[in-house]
Each structure stands twice: as structure tokens, then as C-alpha cells.
């Protein structure tokens, strides 16, 4: 799983990212609020795991911004406020479950990983399509109008990204760290190459354009102009 830990203790911080990562798990972090929720806003997670009492932004509130945009991550609350009113509270949020500091680690993985299950039975997805254009992610197929289309695996990924977020801009940054898994702009110019390749192979001898670019903003998947 991709968990992000938004948590301002450095010293947790850095035992707890060391031991998801031991797990098997895929783990990013931000120190603060303002930053935990910039990240989850922009990126892909399956789990967030949010410490209560942050800088920059609490907890709660960074819960509550995100799930008023629509963001359903399930969220694990860390908080040294244990009582019947403070799980409540967070619960009301938007927290999908509470966990009272101190704790041992093993009781937050299973947590988490309950909530990663929780999320996946939900999420299921495995199919998109765009006016005529199909992508299939268990047999990696893609057709648009009926006919196959060949892509090569990061031109898949590209294109499965877009296509999730139809409807929507998406910006450099987010190709970069969701396709690429680049956390900073490496100053090159792989996603041009890599959506003009895209676009040849989904538009050209089509009659309609699906992929369209938000000048100076990103990228937009949708039928029609």
C-alpha cells in the first residue's frame, strides 16, 4: 500500500516510516498540515495516518478539508487525547479510526492494513472509459472505437491516470509523482515526449480529440471539445 504520515514528531516520524517501509509498504511524509494536506490532496494514497495536533494546520482540519473536496483516503487519527469525546470528535471529522499514544507499532499496521482492505473492497475499479476510448487494468488492453491500441507500460500508467481523473485538471506535478514517482521537477521534458506520443496513438486516425492541454496548468481527459 502508499501510506502518507503527516506527523510533526521527527523522531516518530522517522521510526514509523522505517517500519511501514520494513512491512512491505510504500510510506511518504509530511512534518505539518499545510504540507500533509497538499500532498494528499494532490497525490494517490491508500491509507493517510494523521497526527492530531500538527503545525501549519491540525489534524482535524486537514481531515474535514479533504473529505469537504471529496477525497475518501481512509484516515488513521494519532492523537495523545484518548477520551470518549476526543475519539468522537475526530471520529466526526472524518477519521475512519482512532489511535490513542503511546501504541505499539503492530497495532497501527493492522490498522492499517484494515483500512487498506476497507478501501480496496470499496474501490474497485477496474475499467475506464472516456467518449470511445477503453482501458482495461487486469488484462492491460486498451481500445478505442473497438479497434486495439498498443502502449508501451509507463504510456499506460499515463494514460490509466488521465483517464481516472476524467473531467479534471492534472498538472505537471501530479504526472510527475503519481506516473513517474519523481517528489521533485527534474527539469526535463519526458511527460511532453511521453503525451505526444500518447496522443498519437489514442487520436490519431480518430476523428475526435480526448486529450486536451490546460495551457499553463496540465492536462484534461474528455469527449467532446
Known amino acids: 500500500m502508499k501510506i502518507l504520515l503527516i506527523e510533526d514528531d521527527r523522531e516518530a516520524a522517522s521510526y514509523l516510516l522505517k517500519a511501514l517501509k520494513e512491512a512491505g509498504h510504500v510510506a511518504d511524509h509530511a512534518a505539518d498540515g499545510a ?4 500532498m494528499a490532496d494532490s497525490r494517490d494514497y491508500d491509507v493517510l495516518v494523521v497526527d492530531r495536533m500538527l503545525p501549519e494546520r491540525d489534524g482535524l482540519s486537514v481531515i474535514s478539508g479533504l473529505r469537504e473536496k471529496g477525497n475518501g483516503t481512509p484516515v488513521l487519527i494519532l492523537s495523545a487525547l484518548g477520551q470518549v469525546d476526543d475519539r468522537v470528535t ?3 471529522a472524518g477519521g ?3 489511535l490513542t499514544k503511546p501504541f505499539a507499532f503492530s497495532e497501527l499496521l493492522a490498522r492499517v492494513e ?3 482492505r476497507r478501501r480496496g473492497a470499496k474501490e474497485v475499479e477496474t475499467h475506464y472509459r472516456v467518449g470511445d476510448l ?3 487494468r487486469l488484462s492491460h488492453e486498451v481500445r478505442r472505437a473497438g479497434r486495439a491500441i498498443v502502449l508501451q507500460p509507463r504510456e499506460f500508467r499515463l494514460l490509466e491516470y488521465l483517464m481516472k481523473h476524467a473531467g479534471q485538471v492534472v498538472t505537471r506535478t501530479m504526472l510527475l509523482e503519481n506516473v513517474w514517482d519523481y517528489h ?4 526535463t521534458n519526458v511527460i511532453d515526449v511521453h503525451i505526444s506520443r500518447l496522443r498519437a496513438k489514442i487520436e490519431r486516425d480518430f476523428g475526435t480529440p480526448l486529450l486536451h492541454t490546460v495551457r499553463g496548468s496540465g492536462y484534461i481527459m474528455r469527449a467532446g471539445e
Open 90 to 92: 475526530g471520529l466526526r
Open 35 to 38: 504540507s500533509g494536506f497538499h
Open 114 to 116: 484494515v483500512l487498506g
Open 96 to 98: 475512519d479510526d482512532y
Open 134 to 136: 477503453e482501458l482495461d
Open 184 to 187: 521533485f521537477d527534474p527539469q
